[in-house]
């Protein structure tokens, strides 16, 4: 069963940091790209960050690039974001999700993990 | 930046009508269009993508279409689990990755 579990959610104050996890478990997470989005009631769903299998291609949103870093350690079938420097508007759900088919960069993300929430407030 | 509207925001209907969602892109995107089903306290779940293609797994009661800046998601028949936000997801022109601000289909 595939199957998508994020962790490392939380309350942090402005400025601080936070490492979220994402544990795959039935496929190889080697043969997929992976993406973080994150939704929020006033802004809805809104793409993160996508990495490419190897983890040699790494694309973030404007709104995140310079301060939340995707990697990914497929011999642990495990993603992550590492978030600095937050900020209020980065309080949201975040989701990891792989993209459908493996081998491709296409964009289309199925399926998606239960999110884990991160408060970013004082 | 390719911005999806979605139309319209609410859309009333009974069990075992015919629901019909819009999605319009800002700019041309092809066929490269995806349709997400989210319920309260869940992840959205990917319906169709291609613009037309279902997900496995999805009854044959949802279909999409459209190509360049207009699509759309129909289910033939609602079901009571149809109920739920739907949103449309464009990756033709990335980073980034857009979503539209979803429909509501609710219960009448």
């Known amino acids: 069963q595939v199957q998508l579990v994020e962790s490392g959610g939380g309350l942090v104050k402005p400025g601080g940091s936070l490492r979220l996890s994402c544990a795959a478990s039935g496929f190889r997470l080697s043969d997929y790209y992976m993406s973080w989005i994150r939704q929020t009631p006033e802004r809805g769903l809104e793409w993160v960050s996508y990495i490419s299998s190897s983890g040699s291609l790494i694309f973030y949103a404007d709104s995140v690039r310079g301060r939340f870093t995707i990697s990914r350690d497929n011999a642990k079938n495990s993603l992550y974001l590492q978030m600095n420097s937050l900020r209020a508007e980065d309080t949201a759900f975040y989701y990891c999700a792989r993209d459908l088919r493996p081998m491709s960069r296409e964009g289309w993300f199925d399926p998606w993990g239960q999110g884990t929430l991160i408060t970013v407030s004082s | 930046e390719v911005v999806l509207t979605q139309s319209p925001a609410t859309l009333s209907l009974s069990p075992g009508e015919r629901a019909t969602l819009s999605c319009r892109a800002s700019q041309s995107i092809s066929n490269y269009l995806a349709w997400y089903q989210q319920k309260p306290g869940q992840a959205p779940r990917l319906l169709i993508y291609e613009s037309s293609k279902r997900a496995t797994g999805i009854p044959a009661r949802f279909s999409g279409s459209g190509s360049g800046t207009d699509f759309s998601l129909t289910i033939s028949s609602l079901e009571p689990e149809d109920f739920a936000m739907y949103y449309c997801?464009?990756?033709?022109?990335?980073?980034?990755?857009?979503f539209g601000p979803g429909t509501k289909v609710d219960m009448k």
């Open positions: 997801q464009q990756c033709s022109i990335w980073p980034p990755f857009t």
